[in-house]
């Protein structure tokens, strides 16, 4: 596939995530500005709440297990739960068991691809957009970079891909509470707009928020485009640097398909460096 193809798909697909999320954001305005549709998801907001509040302890635990899954698959989202968290726990409790639920769900994702591997990560992410993704992560070789790549990719991505790249723990950890909280602080408001019926601000959060992410992924894209990993899909891995992790005699792993190598002599394999500077060839 063409370098112009590859970057027009993900493109392609930035897009249309960003067109289901306007969709979205526009209907549930929509609910809340047609009063008596606002009623109906009122009316069953208060039947949970009561039971909420009297097993407020597993409610919270059910909340932030739910919180968690939303950032682990493409296919669950914790947009419908999080006003009835908000109007039971208020809006700031709401935020941190939010906050709390994305940061497990990424780390779960992360341990994921660290300890089990491609194999299992791939019953989570299409094969395909897994290696893409991949492959944009390696360069990431400093916190900025790390920081930039959880917020310009879909939220089950990180996880998955920079638990199989070697990112540090605690790079990752830093990266994805920064990287969720703005859009944690943003789902609490869009809750608590929407429960107060104020669907103008609803909109203008809503609004921001995905044009923040749509600067954030162009951002992201000239990075990779600077970095020339949209190049050819054989081409091999790039080390990590600063926030890579390191094998036992010290030397960095590399990110490559063991695949990308067969047939390739070994004086034309991608050179890393061991602690004294020296290289050595990368034996698959």
Known sequence: MHVADRDNRLTWQHRRRILILLAMIGAIAAVAAIEPFHRVARSA????????????????????????????????????????????????????????????GGLAAYAIGRFLGRRVVTWFLDPKKLHEYERRAARL????????????????????????????LRTFIAATALGELPFAIGAVYLGESFLQRNYLLLLAIGIAGVAFSWAVFRRATAMWSSDGVSGDARAPGVLHDDQCDRSADGKAEVLAHPEEYRGVRADQRPQDRNRNGESRNVQR
């Open 45 to 104: 907001i208060a039947i949970a709440e009561p039971v909420i509040r009297q097993h407020a302890v597993i409610g919270a635990v059910v909340f932030v297990l739910l919180s968690a899954l939303s950032a682990m698959v493409v296919f669950f989202s914790t947009a419908v739960i999080t006003p009835v968290a908000v109007d039971v726990f208020g809006p700031l409790t709401a935020l941190l068991l939010l906050w709390l639920g994305w940061i497990l």
């Open 141 to 168: 070789v400093s916190f900025r970079r790390v920081l930039l790549f959880q917020l310009a990719v879909p939220s089950e991505i990180p996880g998955y891909v920079l638990g199989l790249s070697g990112c540090r």
